[in-house]
C-alpha cells in the first residue's frame, strides 16, 4: 500500500523493488556510507540468510515522476521485532537517502520524515542496529524518527550497541609514521614480528579470483575459529558460505580484497577480507593455521593491509565492530556503533 506523504508516495518495498540503477544513484549521493551499504551486499544477506525473515523495507518516491528519493532496509524477525535490513551479518546498517540541505538551513527534511513517519506507522517493536554516526543518511534518519516517535507518544532509547574501533590515517603517509604513534613496546612488538615473518620467507599478496579462492578462506577460517566461527558444519555453516560465494560473484571490482600469507614450509598460512569504500579500508574477517601462530599472521596481515589504505589515500583502517585488545595494540580508537530502540 502507498500512502501520499506531501509531494511523495511512500511504500513497503521489498529489495526486489528497488532497480540497481535506483540504489547506485541514491548511494552515489551519499559519500559517507559503507561498502555495507551496496546492494549487492543486502541481495546476498536475504539469498542467504532470508529464510527466517520477512522484508518490510519502506521506499519513498516523488509522487510525480516515481523517482527513488529513500529507501530504509527493515526486516521482520521471528521475534516479531523489525530490525536495520540485513544486520545479523552486515557490520553497518544501510540508509539511502537524497541529498537534503538541513544542516545549512530549517527546511523539513522531507524523506527521512517521511519514512520514519511510516515506520511508527507499523505496529511492532523497532530495533534499528548498527547506526554509525560518521554516515549522514544515519543521522538524518535517526533524528527523524526521534521526531516521529514523539508525535506518536512512543518512547525511543538511543544508546551505545558496541564499539568499532578505527585507525585515523589523515596525514599519514607511511606506515612508520603510523608506527611512530604507537608506545615504544608496542612499535617494536609490531616491528620484530614483521621482521620475523620476513626472515620466513613470509609473502603477502592479493587473490586474483575470490571465488576460486573462497574454499581456502572457509579452510583457514575454520582453523582459527573451529565451533566458534562462521563456517561450521551445520546449515547456519552453510548459508555464510552461500552468502560469501554471492557476495564474490557480484560485488563491484576492487569493493572487497582478500590478502594471502604463504610462505615455504606452511604454504597458504592466512587470510583476511579487507571492505574498501571512499571513506576506508575496512578489514572485515580473518582465518589463519594454527601451525603458524608463531608467525604473528593477525599482525602481518594487518600491516600489509594498513600499508594498502595508506597507499590508497584512505582516511582510516576500520576494524568494524568489537572491542578485541589487538585493535587497540595496533593503534585504534573507538567509534560507537549505536542502536535506537522503540517498544510498543
Given amino acids: 500500500m502507498t500512502t501520499p506523504v506531501g509531494s511523495l508516495a511512500v511504500s513497503a518495498t521489498p529489495l526486489a523493488g528497488v532497480s540497481e540503477e535506483e540504489w547506485s544513484a541514491l548511494l552515489e549521493g551519499n559519500s559517507s556510507a559503507s561498502a555495507f551499504s551496496l546492494r549487492v551486499f543486502h541481495q546476498a544477506w536475504w539469498s542467504a540468510h532470508g529464510g527466517g525473515a520477512e522484508d518490510v523495507s519502506l521506499a519513498a ?8 528519493l529513500g529507501y530504509l532496509p527493515l526486516m521482520r524477525r521471528p521475534d516479531g521485532v523489525i530490525y536495520s535490513g540485513a544486520t545479523l551479518h552486515i ?32 505496529n511492532a517493536p523497532i530495533n534499528m542496529m548498527r547506526i554509525r554516526p560518521a554516515d549522514d543518511a544515519h543521522v538524518r534518519i535517526v533524528a527523524a524518527i526521534q521526531r516521529a516517535a514523539v508525535v506518536a507518544s512512543r518512547a525511543a532509547t538511543y544508546a551505545v550497541e558496541e564499539p568499532a574501533p578505527f585507525i585515523d590515517l ?14 615504544k613496546k608496542q612499535r617494536h612488538e609490531i616491528r620484530r614480528k614483521v621482521r620475523r615473518g620476513e626472515a620466513a620467507g613470509v609473502q603477502i599478496s592479493a587473490s586474483e579470483d575470490l571465488l576460486a579462492d573462497l574454499p581456502e578462506f572457509i579452510r583457514l577460517h575454520r582453523a582459527r575459529w573451529g565451533e566458534r566461527g562462521l563456517f561450521t558444519a551445520t546449515p547456519k555453516g552453510a548459508e555464510e558460505e552461500a552468502f560469501l560465494r554471492e557476495l564474490f560473484a557480484k560485488a563491484p571490482r576492487d569493493t572487497i580484497t582478500m590478502l594471502m600469507a604463504r610462505n615455504e614450509e606452511f604454504g597458504t598460512f592466512a587470510a583476511g577480507l579487507f571492505l574498501r569504500d571512499a571513506g576506508a579500508l575496512r578489514y572485515w574477517n580473518a582465518g589463519g593455521d594454527a601451525g603458524a601462530r608463531a608467525l604473528s599472521p593477525g599482525v602481518l596481515l594487518f600491516v600489509h593491509g594498513l600499508t594498502l589504505a595508506i597507499n590508497e589515500g584512505r582516511a582510516q583502517l576500520d576494524f568494524l565492530r568489537g572491542n578485541e585488545p589487538y585493535k587497540y595494540e595496533c593503534g585504534a580508537v573507538d567509534a560507537q556503533v549505536m542502536k535506537l530502540e522503540i517498544p510498543l
Fill in 61 to 68: 518516491r516523488s509522487a510525480s515522476t516515481g523517482e527513488l
Fill in 91 to 122: 557490520d553497518y546498517a544501510t540508509v539511502l537517502l537524497a541529498p537534503h540541505t538541513s544542516a545549512q538551513s530549517q527546511e523539513p527534511d522531507d524523506v527521512a520524515d517521511a519514512l520514519a513517519t511510516a515506520l511508527l506507522a507499523i
Fill in 170 to 183: 589523515q596525514g599519514i603517509r607511511t606506515l612508520d609514521e603510523h608506527l611512530d604513534r604507537l608506545d
